[in-house]
């Protein structure tokens, strides 16, 4: 007879089975085995909330074939993830198996030291973890499945609401509103091209801001248009450039902790351009692999086993002084990091990013990409600082001081594992009243810039600033926005609203303030962090969720007017010839006869914007036009579908193949042939 272990996924399953011998059987339990049914709410909140759990149709071969493994093994043992997520998956498999005094171990890293360490201190489910996240998992779909019905009502149908996925919609809702609202202000800086005396060392230019008038700082606004630009200048005529001082001194840039989920998707998007979501499927098999630490965390702590192995590969690989001289341990700025016991770094200090390359390719280019980024900010973590010269001179011209700064590498430190952008700048040899000859002054004119757009790293930061959210729900909060067409990304991969995502966060702000606030949110995070430490319980907490939500809701059904999305038009419906009305719809606008449902028939609005210029290369006469499928994805194709049905996913450009004269199309950022048949990139 062997021990059952049940992990979550298969590839987890199978690093698992490498470690464990002969009396171990490991399977996989495909993820959840136990949900609330989709159709209906599944919550009886008249009676304490209780939960209506099933097994999902796929699930169930799953779970009876884990019933019959369970029943043949001495014990079973329940491997899924550390964090609440993963213990409501080992409670669910107790439930559904109908086990009796299962084992649960956890671990944050899958190696042979960390497993053996598991299994000799096995424990009892923390029906603490399982409570939190089952209040997570009610109240969303209490929200969910109570809102979304009004939104189909008062707005359009195929419309939902969700009590987290909302939130983060407002924050880009006021974003695009603060960019709309600002002013820009007009301002101006003047720099001085400036060389030393050939006489006191070796000539060269240098530039200089000016800084000061009369011994007071000028802010960034201080001079505010080309007049007052233009009376320093005057002023400055003639002026000799004299240094007054200048302050020579080493300063050192530090690393970066190591990762958190939010830091690793953060830093993915900005350096790898991933979205969060691709980040976390790449982690969650870098993690099952067994190469590198539980990817959901907030914690920055490292084990000593892990620090005393990166301090002896950094002093081999790359001597002594690269060392920072001590354990580096890194604390959470607050005490409030959930789930998880450590940062995520490599499994192995001394398993570089190289040695996981393997003729064929492993992982997949993307999986070294990010595997390379983790390994770097933790190696990088326990190494020495970075040390420049930086040298300041300030140059007196009259009434004015002008401010060189310059700074040159001394020892590279952590930036030779983990490089990050800076500037070298030399400054000549300047000592104190030494004359400078002026080459130029320079005024130029700026103005202040708008907030910018959410990318996915910097609203993944708003979030977490905010406290919305934990490590393991930032991706589907992305995916969430996106994929329900509330959120769309521009060109620049900037996320901004869509018409109806501005249109149901305006209803959702007016009528339901509670569910959309910033701070309610974030207290509802903490009474789950609460129950998560036994502190509440989680009947208590949907209870004093859901009474004011009811009472509520069931006003504004009566207080709501159904919003008026149709606009009049001058068209015809080919079909009935009533007039055609304009909608707006879960996916856009669209044209729809006036007659629905008597007359179902609905057409694509194409604006100038849609519309590329390109004539259609099949039946030449339509034009090619953006379009989305039902489900938002874009596409491109012939404005007179249905009588032409041609279409491509990839934007085409107005160029055809020298080679086989289909369109070109933008492929990332070559420009090559829409026929897969024909491998023609354009040359740059």
């Not at 809702?173 to 820009?184: C, D, N, P, Y």
């Not at 057409?603 to 030449?620: H, R, V, W």
């Not at 009588?643 to 990839?650: N, P, Q």
Request: aromatic residues 8%; charged residues 30%.
């Amino acid at each position: 007879m062997k021990s059952l272990v049940i992990v979550e996924s298969p590839t987890k399953a199978k690093t698992l089975g490498k470690f464990l011998g002969k009396d171990y059987k490991v399977l996989a339990s495909f993820g959840h085995v136990r949900d609330l049914p989709k159709r209906e709410l599944g919550v009886d909140v008249e009676k304490n909330f209780e939960p209506k759990y099933i097994i999902p149709p796929k699930a169930k071969k799953v779970v009876l074939e884990l019933r019959k493994e369970s029943k043949k093994a001495d014990n079973t043992i329940l491997a899924t993830d550390e964090d609440r997520e993963g213990e409501s998956i080992a409670w669910h498999l107790q439930e559904a198996l109908k086990l009796k005094n299962p084992q649960r171990i956890v671990f944050h890293e899958i190696t042979k030291t960390a497993i053996e360490n598991a299994l000799e201190k096995p424990r009892h489910i923390d029906m603490n973890l399982v409570d939190a996240q089952q209040a997570r998992r009610i109240l969303d779909r209490i929200v969910g499945y109570k809102l979304s019905p009004f939104l189909w009502k008062k707005v359009a149908k195929g419309l939902s609401a969700g009590r987290v996925q909302s939130v983060a919609v407002r924050l880009v809702v006021e974003r695009e509103r603060e960019i709309e609202k600002f002013l820009a202000q007009e301002y101006w800086s003047i720099e001085a091209l400036l060389e030393n005396d050939p006489q006191m060392g070796t000539p060269k230019q240098f530039n200089a801001s000016l800084a000061k008038k009369d011994s007071k700082t000028i802010d960034k606004l201080g001079i505010k248009d080309k007049t007052e630009a233009d009376k320093i200048l005057q002023d400055l005529n003639g002026a000799d450039y004299i240094v007054e001082s200048v302050e020579k001194k080493e300063t050192k840039k530090y690393p970066a902790p190591p990762f958190t989920t939010s830091t690793l998707q953060q830093i993915a998007w900005q350096r790898l351009k991933f979205s969060a979501k691709m980040t976390m499927s790449l982690a969650q098999r870098l993690y099952e692999e067994g190469n590198i630490t539980y990817h959901r965390t907030d914690s920055l702590n490292l084990s000593e086993t892990s620090l005393n192995a990166a301090k002896q590969f950094i002093a081999e690989k790359y001597g002594q002084n690269y060392w920072a001289g001590k354990l580096i341990r890194y604390k959470t700025k607050d005490n409030s990091a959930q789930e998880a016991h450590e940062a995520i770094r490599p499994t192995y200090a001394d398993k570089t990013p190289e040695s996981l390359k393997r003729p064929g390719g492993y992982p997949d280019a993307r999986q070294l990409k990010l595997y390379a980024l983790i390994w770097q900010r933790f190696i990088a973590s326990q190494m020495a600082p970075a040390v420049f010269d930086s040298v300041s001179a300030d140059i007196m011209a009259k009434n004015y001081t002008f401010r060189a700064n310059g700074q040159t590498l001394k020892f590279d430190g952590f930036l030779k594992v983990y490089p990050t952008k800076f500037e070298e700048i030399t400054l000549p040899d300047l000592e104190k009243n030494d004359e400078l000859a002026l080459i130029k002054i320079d005024p130029q004119q700026h103005f202040t810039e708008p907030p910018a757009r959410y990318t996915e790293a910097s609203l993944i930061k708003a979030l977490e600033k905010h406290g919305i959210g934990r490590p393991s729900t930032y991706a589907p909060i992305l995916s969430t926005i996106q994929d329900r067409n509330y959120v769309a990304k521009n060109d620049q991969k900037r996320l901004f609203p869509s018409e109806m995502g501005i249109i149901v966060n305006d209803v959702l702000v007016k009528n339901f303030p509670q569910i959309v606030d910033v701070d309610f949110t974030a207290k509802m995070e903490k009474e789950l962090d609460e129950v998560a430490e036994g502190k509440d319980t989680w009947k208590k907490t949907c209870k004093d969720f859901y009474s004011p939500f009811a009472k509520n809701l069931e006003e504004k059904y009566k207080e709501v007017v159904k919003s008026d999305l149709t606009q009049k038009t001058d068209k015809l419906c080919p079909k009935c010839k009533a007039p055609l009305i304009e909608r707006l719809g879960r996916f856009g606008r669209f044209y729809a006869c006036s007659k629905f449902p008597e007359c179902k028939h609905t057409e694509s609005i194409e604006g100038d914007a849609d519309t590329l210029n390109i004539s259609c290369p099949k039946c030449k006469e339509g034009k090619i036009t953006g379009k989305r499928t039902k489900k938002g994805k874009t596409f491109y194709g012939c404005n007179r579908f249905p009588k032409c049905d041609f279409a491509l996913w990839d934007k085409p450009v107005n160029e055809f193949c020298p080679q086989c004269n289909s369109l070109l199309i933008e492929k990332g950022k070559k420009i090559k042939c829409s026929n897969k048949d024909c491998g023609y990139i354009k040359d740059n």
